[in-house]
């Protein structure tokens, strides 16, 4: 979660691939997606190549559009789904810039 942007760069690919695996929703613990979307919001608040924030931009269109994939509760949904739309937001801030 505190990582300078190299290292970040670096390990991103395993959250993706953590993040898109296929599982039943009662496998899922939901804090994990949303502490991830948490994490990748500090983390695009440092200086990430535009490569490295598409990547991001499409793993936050993934976990929106697949709620149901990381909780089963409609609520801890709706958390997931906000913290991914921040860090969506903040993407669009970067990309407005």
Known sequence: MFMGPKAFKFYFPVVDRFLRREREPWEFDDSQA???G???HLQ???????ELLKG???LCQHVRSNLSKYAID???QAE???AWLEVES???KKRAK
């Open 44 to 50: 695009v608040e440092e200086g990430l190549d535009d």
């Open 34 to 36: 949303w502490i991830l």
């Open 56 to 58: 991001i931009g499409d």
């Open 80 to 82: 997931i789904g906000a």
């Open 38 to 40: 948490r994490a990748m």
């Open 74 to 76: 409609e609520n801890e």
């Open 90 to 92: 903040q993407l669009a």
